[in-house]
């Protein structure tokens, strides 16, 4: 099992950014993929941004193509979500997970999850 502790969240202006940080933990993470969810207030879950961390490849849903960006630090088993042009609409819960190997855009894919930080983007 994959410990995962997020940081990074806050309130930032839109057009603003913020990085997030997920540590992992519990085992080797080199084989694995991180993804990033978000929630928002009375709405469900949903994918944000993966990447596999021995090839690096990467997958974005629409809605931030273009503003976010994941990445992976191997020596410090800490993945980022660097988050530019922050919209009012970026406001959610941001929750890290972990899987082996590929990328899932689905929630019920990952097993190992964060403890959630929250985002705020105030207009």
């Known amino acids: 099992q994959v410990q995962l502790v997020e940081s990074g969240g806050g309130l930032v202006q839109a057009g603003g950014s913020l990085r997030l940080s997920c540590a992992a933990s519990g085992r080797t993470f080199s084989t694995y993929a991180m993804a990033w969810f978000r929630q928002a207030p009375g709405k469900e879950r949903e994918f944000v941004a993966a990447?596999?961390?021995?090839?690096?490849?990467?997958l974005y849903a629409d809605s931030v193509k273009g503003r976010f960006t994941a990445s992976g630090d191997n020596a410090k088993n800490t993945g980022y979500l660097q988050m530019n042009s922050l919209k009012p609409e970026d406001t959610a819960v941001y929750y890290c997970?972990?899987?082996?190997?590929?990328?899932?855009?689905?929630?019920?894919?990952?097993?190992?999850w964060g403890q959630g930080t929250q985002v705020t983007v105030s207009s």
């Open positions: 997970a972990a899987r082996p190997i590929s990328i899932s855009i689905l929630t019920s894919a990952y097993r190992d």
């Open positions: 990447i596999t961390w021995a090839a690096g490849v990467t």
